[in-house]
């Protein structure tokens, strides 16, 4: 019987345990679909659980193992993936009750390469309606349970329901997709680690869209080595999403731990730190000293930039565009069956005139050149991923305004990463008072996500926040 500690175990443990023949895929599959069968009906963090597929692809991964041939450091790990990614057979939902009967013929481009590391699907996971916030919360399908508190508080959005299945110990990783901060959002609320992306690492092929100009596709996984394994696996040009061609050679990430000698580090100030909880706020800055012991060299840039992309996102309006345009005929045909949250906020793409969202765009091309500028000398930034601990539920949707004033506040750092088009980060960094997570956030530059993950596999190699796992005996009696 696989222990309670193996469920919480990171993928590079797993795996050498299953090469040692000291853990079965079968087995760990199955005792992943134990705990799901326990635990989600009090989580929600599942639309679907797939155990034929989990069971069929486990019991080849095994059979391969014991025949010494192993696809890979990935084969026979057990995975779940956001309601935005197509699963053959299944339906993308998205979200929303309307699209039910969405059933794909062919999984997405990342679940196929996924599955050709001979990793095991476990089942699809709960996210805001078409990933249109950063709180968690959806009032159509339900909100996901964030596991560190008995009381319903923000999983954060829009991959709710992976960060959530991670952090409990449902899956040992997970796919999410980041436009504003979808994937480090629930990573600092839920006390995982998640990587947002550049836009053309990883293919968007068969992945339901929010924003074409910002969408990312991204893992949730316990450290940021894991992270690095999911990226790999992913990553890499796909005709299928034109923005994955012209990169030129993707290298290899090879071995991204060691030493951070040289290493530029500076804290992102300007925006970053206003109106942050202090227990946040102590958390991160303490990461500096943490990273001068690894050999990095760490100050402070002011990054008005940052300050910059609020300003030139007015009513999110690239993103309202964007998804009004490919989800018109749902919000024009069936506006009073939407999550009243989400409808009111996408209908405002209906009425953007074309010269105010392609003015927009142009200028976060020229905001773009002056942050790489800025970033010259700088390799790592470093900032909270979200200015507080994860709210209650019931706090944050007593009413409209109460909801846009905490959903704007959870994307506000995370969402400047998008628009300047950076890859970033989010690692546990403490926990506050009341045990709940916190999370630090590490920019790095366009197509660097080797930096960053090097950076916070050193970080990580010095603590053990990314290591704490949530007590769930009351989600065993509640379930």
């Given at each position: 019987?696989?222990?309670?500690?193996?469920?919480?175990?990171?993928?590079?443990?797993?795996?050498?345990?299953?090469?040692?023949?000291?853990?079965?895929?079968?087995?760990?599959?199955?005792?992943?679909?134990?705990?799901?069968?326990?635990?989600?009906p009090t989580?929600?963090?599942?639309?679907?659980?797939?155990?034929?597929?989990?069971?069929?692809?486990?019991?080849?991964?095994?059979?391969?193992?014991?025949?010494?041939?192993?696809?890979?450091?990935?084969?026979?790990?057990?995975?779940?993936?956001?309601?935005?990614?197509?699963v053959?057979?299944?339906?993308?939902?998205?979200?929303?009750?309307?699209?039910?009967?969405?059933?794909?013929?062919?999984?997405?481009?990342?679940?196929?390469?996924?599955?050709?590391?001979?990793?095991?699907?476990?089942?699809?996971?709960?996210?805001?309606?078409?990933?249109?916030?950063?709180?968690?919360?959806?009032?159509?399908?339900?909100?996901?349970?964030?596991?560190?508190?008995?009381?319903?508080?923000?999983?954060?959005?829009s991959?709710?329901?992976?960060?959530?299945?991670?952090?409990?110990?449902?899956?040992?990783?997970?796919?999410?997709?980041?436009?504003?901060?979808?994937?480090?959002?629930?990573?600092?609320?839920?006390?995982?680690?998640?990587?947002?992306?550049?836009v053309?690492?990883?293919?968007?092929?068969?992945?339901?869209?929010?924003?074409?100009?910002?969408?990312?596709?991204?893992?949730?996984?316990?450290?940021?080595?894991?992270?690095?394994?999911?990226?790999?696996?992913?990553?890499?040009?796909?005709?299928?999403?034109?923005?994955?061609?012209?990169?030129?050679?993707?290298?290899p990430?090879?071995?991204?731990?060691?030493?951070?000698?040289?290493?530029?580090?500076?804290?992102?100030?300007?925006?970053?730190?206003?109106?942050?909880?202090?227990?946040?706020?102590?958390?991160?800055?303490?990461?500096?000293?943490?990273?001068?012991?690894?050999?990095?060299?760490?100050?402070s840039?002011?990054?008005?930039?940052?300050?910059?992309?609020?300003?030139?996102?007015?009513?999110?309006?690239?993103?309202?565009?964007?998804?009004?345009?490919?989800?018109?005929r749902?919000?024009?045909?069936?506006?009073?069956?939407?999550?009243?949250?989400?409808?009111?906020?996408?209908?405002?793409?209906?009425?953007?005139?074309?010269?105010?969202?392609?003015?927009t765009?142009?200028?976060?091309?020229?905001?773009?050149?002056?942050?790489?500028?800025?970033?010259?000398?700088?390799?790592?930034?470093?900032?909270?991923?979200?200015?507080m601990?994860?709210?209650?539920?019931?706090?944050?949707?007593?009413?409209?305004?109460?909801?846009?004033?905490?959903?704007?506040?959870?994307?506000?750092?995370?969402?400047?990463?998008?628009?300047?088009?950076?890859?970033?980060l989010?690692?546990?960094?403490?926990?506050?008072?009341?045990?709940?997570?916190?999370?630090?956030?590490?920019?790095?530059?366009?197509?660097?996500?080797?930096?960053?993950?090097?950076?916070?596999?050193?970080?990580?190699?010095?603590?053990?926040?990314?290591?704490?796992?949530?007590?769930?005996?009351?989600?065993?009696?509640?379930?």
């Amino acid at each position: 019987m696989t222990d309670h500690a193996t469920l919480f175990a990171p993928i590079t443990e797993l795996a050498r345990r299953m090469r040692e023949d000291d853990l079965s895929p079968v087995e760990l599959t199955e005792t992943y679909l134990e705990r799901i069968g326990a635990l989600d009906p009090t989580l929600h963090a599942f639309v679907k659980v797939c155990p034929e597929r989990a069971r069929a692809e486990a019991r080849a991964a095994e059979g391969r193992l014991r025949a010494g041939c192993p696809l890979g450091p990935l084969d026979g790990i057990p995975y779940v993936a956001k309601d935005l990614f197509d699963v053959r057979g299944e339906a993308t939902r998205a979200g929303t009750h309307l699209l039910a009967d969405n059933v794909k013929s062919e999984d997405c481009t990342v679940v196929r390469r996924l599955a050709q590391s001979g990793m095991v699907l476990l089942g699809k996971t709960h996210t805001v309606q078409f990933a249109y916030g950063g709180a968690g919360i959806n009032h159509d399908e339900g909100t996901p349970h964030n596991p560190w508190d008995r009381v319903a508080r923000l999983p954060g959005g829009s991959s709710s329901g992976t960060g959530v299945a991670v952090a409990a110990g449902l899956a040992p990783a997970g796919l999410g997709s980041d436009t504003g901060g979808s994937v480090r959002i629930p990573a600092s609320f839920c006390g995982v680690t998640g990587l947002k992306t550049t836009v053309g690492e990883v293919s968007r092929a068969g992945v339901y869209p929010l924003s074409a100009s910002l969408d990312s596709v991204g893992p949730l996984t316990r450290d940021a080595r894991d992270a690095a394994l999911l990226f790999e696996a992913m990553r890499g040009a796909d005709p299928a999403d034109p923005s994955t061609l012209g990169h030129g050679d993707r290298r290899p990430l090879g071995d991204v731990g060691g030493p951070l000698d040289g290493l530029r580090v500076a804290f992102a100030e300007t925006v970053f730190f206003d109106d942050v909880e202090p227990a946040v706020e102590q958390a991160v800055r303490a990461a500096g000293d943490v990273f001068r012991s690894l050999g990095a060299t760490v100050g402070s840039l002011r990054f008005p930039e940052a300050e910059e992309t609020r300003r030139l996102n007015p009513r999110g309006l690239v993103i309202a565009a964007e998804a009004y345009a490919f989800n018109r005929r749902l919000v024009d045909e069936h506006f009073d069956a939407l999550d009243p949250v989400v409808g009111a906020r996408i209908v405002l793409g209906k009425d953007i005139p074309a010269h105010e969202y392609f003015e927009t765009t142009l200028a976060w091309q020229r905001l773009r050149a002056r942050a790489r500028a800025a970033l010259r000398d700088v390799d790592v930034l470093l900032c909270p991923t979200v200015p507080m601990v994860a709210p209650p539920v019931a706090e944050t949707d007593r009413d409209s305004s109460t909801y846009g004033k905490v959903n704007i506040l959870t994307l506000r750092n995370t969402s400047v990463g998008n628009i300047l088009g950076l890859c970033g980060l989010s690692v546990p960094c403490g926990f506050d008072a009341g045990g709940l997570p916190i999370g630090l956030m590490l920019y790095g530059k366009a197509f660097d996500e080797s930096t960053v993950l090097r950076a916070g596999i050193a970080y990580q190699s010095r603590t053990d926040w990314h290591r704490r796992m949530p007590d769930l005996r009351w989600a065993h009696a509640a379930a």
